[in-house]
């Protein structure tokens, strides 16, 4: 069982940055894979990243060379840096973990978080 806590949201202008945080507590963390996904209004839940175990990373098209997601297995912390915001990058964003084939679909994962709002200003 993992329980996850994000962090890091808020309002940004276009062209500027924020990190967003994911707390786990629970057992295991470092054999989970872990994602974050987001939601925006009216909107299925998209992929956005993915780490491995070993730190192998996937990335949504649209947000590779952008975002960078990494993870800390010490400090149990899986982390999402947003650099050169878009008014299209606005949602709320959720981490989550579990075992995925594929690391982008949702209903590969098992934990969720509450989500963190992300909002760029156009």
């Known amino acids: 069982q993992v329980q996850l806590v994000e962090s890091g949201g808020g309002l940004v202008q276009a062209g500027g940055s924020l990190r967003l945080s994911c707390a786990a507590s629970g057992s295991s963390f470092d054999r989970y894979a872990l994602g974050w996904f987001r939601q925006a209004p009216g909107k299925e839940r998209e992929f956005v990243a993915a780490?491995?175990?070993?730190?192998?990373?996937w990335y949504l098209d649209s947000v590779k060379g952008r975002f960078t997601i990494s993870r800390d297995n010490a400090k149990n912390m899986v982390y999402l840096e947003m650099n050169s915001l878009k008014h299209e990058d606005t949602a709320v964003y959720y981490c989550?973990?579990?075992?995925?084939?594929?690391?982008?679909?949702?209903?590969?994962?098992?934990?969720w978080g509450q989500g963190t709002q992300v909002t760029v200003s156009s």
């Open positions: 780490i491995n175990w070993s730190s192998h990373t």
């Open positions: 989550a973990a579990g075992t995925p084939l594929t690391h982008q679909a949702p209903n590969e994962y098992a934990y």
